[in-house]
Structure formats: C-alpha cells, structure tokens
C-alpha cells in the first residue's frame, strides 16, 4: 500500500506554485495555486549555511532573484533579504509547510546542504502525513528520510527511474525496483523522445505504484497523459490544467 499522500484520486499540482510573473517559489505562487483550489504543490529546497530549508529551485540565488550566491554558503538572514523576481522573499520550507496546514507538498532534496533542515522543518510543522519526498539522488532521499519520526511518501530517483523506464518496456521487474520508493514522478519525454508508454503506467499499477509525469505545460499533451491512465500532473500552468482536469471531470 502506498502512502496517503496518494490519496487515490488524480493528482494536480502546481510546479513551483502558480505564477506567470516569473515569481516562482515564492509564497505569492503558492497562495496562487491555493486561491485556484490546488491540493498539491512542487517545490524545491535546499539548506542556508546555519541550517535553514528555503524553497529554492536553483543553488545559487542568481537567476531568480536579485541577489547573488550559493544558498548552501550564506546565512538565513542574507537568502531571506533577496528577492525573488525582485519583489518576493525567498520562503522558508517550515513558511510554506505551515502556511497552509491542509496543502500537500512533494520537496524536491536538490542538494547535501538541504537534508538535515528539510527534516527538521518536516518535523516541527507535523507535516509527515501530507509531504512526499523526492529528489534526483536516492541517497539524499534515504538520508532525509532517516531523519524522520514517521514515514512520509517517497517516489523514484534517477537511477530507479531509469531501471524503470527499462523493465517496464519488457512488463517485468517492476516491483522489485520500485519496493523501497511509493510512486513515480518522472518525464514523459527527454529530448524529444517519447519515453512513457501504456505499458510502462500499467506496471506501475501492478505493483501499486501510480505515476505522476512533469512537467506538462500544454493541453495537449496533458490530454494525452490523461488518456495513457497517468495519476498526476505537474505543470507551470496550474490554470490550463485546472481547465483540462474540470473537463474530463477528474478536478477535485
């Protein structure tokens, strides 16, 4: 059985939040994907130099932001004065986890320096039973996770994706491969090479793992996925695929 995090019913979220004005990570991008009705969001994280999760994409505060270095090497009080596209703080992790008590979120661990604080701002908001934890590297995963007090919802790193991708084309092995992880959240293509197909989702489902695909930013394309039995969407445009999910009656 997988994590509640799945709760079961098809899963949007917004990636990064919901901004069109380039303010992604901000609390101004979650409130937006929250005022739409999203249950879920995507961020990412990592830790300041004295131990704090920021939600954060990049490791550096260069490009969304207007001020400058690594997240990894300045303190709490310099991320927290920049701003991102220029008018937005930099959120805290624990901000946005306690922010909205009911919102699910899926943490992207992109780097060393976010284990520990990502942890420990899980831990003091009591978020477990709504977080799901993912990153590129399963060991920073396992390390976050090894932190915990009680189990949150964990899904595929690169290399178990890509074992994945690779059995399931041949229908088996699934199962073993995803026995430690609760779900997928992977691409769907990977330059310009379709890469999920319906066999490799129908896998997924035989071993009770559902599949959710990022990022997905055209209706068309969202369509497809749907139609392919996909569990979830991550998309930058929360509002298209609002639109998508009400009219296939699949929004809740």
């Given at each position: 059985?997988?994590?509640?995090?799945?709760?079961?019913?098809?899963?949007?979220?917004?990636?990064?939040?919901?901004?069109?004005?380039?303010?992604?990570?901000?609390?101004?991008?979650?409130?937006?994907?929250?005022?739409?009705?999203?249950?879920?969001?995507?961020?990412?994280?990592?830790?300041?130099?004295?131990?704090?999760?920021?939600?954060?994409?990049?490791?550096?505060?260069?490009?969304?932001?207007?001020?400058?270095?690594?997240?990894?090497?300045?303190?709490?009080?310099?991320?927290?004065?920049?701003?991102?596209?220029?008018?937005?703080?930099?959120?805290?992790?624990?901000?946005?986890?306690?922010?909205?008590?009911?919102?699910?979120?899926?943490?992207?661990?992109?780097?060393?320096?976010?284990?520990?604080?990502?942890?420990?701002?899980?831990?003091?908001?009591?978020?477990?039973?709504?977080?799901?934890?993912?990153?590129?590297?399963?060991?920073?995963?396992?390390?976050?996770?090894?932190?915990?007090?009680?189990?949150?919802?964990?899904?595929?790193?690169?290399?178990?994706?890509?074992?994945?991708?690779?059995?399931?084309?041949?229908?088996?092995?699934?199962?073993?491969?995803?026995?430690?992880?609760?779900?997928?959240?992977?691409?769907?293509?990977?330059?310009?090479?379709?890469?999920?197909?319906?066999r490799h989702v129908r896998a997924a489902h035989r071993a009770g793992r559902p599949v959710h695909v990022w990022t997905v930013n055209?209706?068309?394309?969202?369509?497809?996925?749907?139609?392919?039995?996909?569990?979830?969407?991550?998309?930058?445009?929360?509002?298209?695929?609002?639109?998508?999910?009400?009219?296939?009656?699949?929004?809740?």
């Open positions: 059985m997988t994590h509640g995090y799945f709760d079961g019913g098809f899963a949007a979220l917004a990636h990064r939040g919901f901004s069109r004005d380039g303010l992604e990570n901000s609390m101004e991008a979650f409130e937006a994907a929250v005022r739409l009705g999203f249950r879920y969001v995507e961020t990412d994280a990592h830790g300041t130099s004295d131990g704090v999760a920021v939600a954060l994409h990049d490791a550096s505060l260069d490009r969304t932001t207007d001020a400058a270095g690594e997240v990894a090497t300045l303190p709490w009080s310099r991320v927290r004065r920049a701003r991102i596209g220029g008018v937005a703080p930099v959120p805290s992790l624990e901000d946005l986890l306690g922010t909205w008590p009911d919102l699910r979120v899926n943490i992207d661990v992109k780097g060393e320096s976010g284990i520990v604080p990502i942890a420990q701002a899980i831990e003091r908001t009591g978020a477990h039973d709504r977080v799901c934890l993912a990153s590129f590297s399963g060991k920073r995963r396992r390390a976050t996770v090894a932190r915990l007090s009680r189990p949150v919802a964990t899904s595929a790193g690169t290399s178990e994706a890509a074992r994945y991708f690779a059995l399931g084309n041949l229908g088996r092995g699934v199962s073993a491969v995803l026995r430690h992880v609760d779900g997928l959240q992977i691409p769907w293509t990977m330059r310009g090479v379709t890469l999920l197909t319906g055209e209706t068309a394309e969202m369509e497809r996925l749907i139609d392919l039995g996909v569990d979830g969407l991550v998309s930058d445009r929360a509002d298209l695929l609002k639109e998508t999910l009400v009219a296939r009656g699949l929004w809740r």
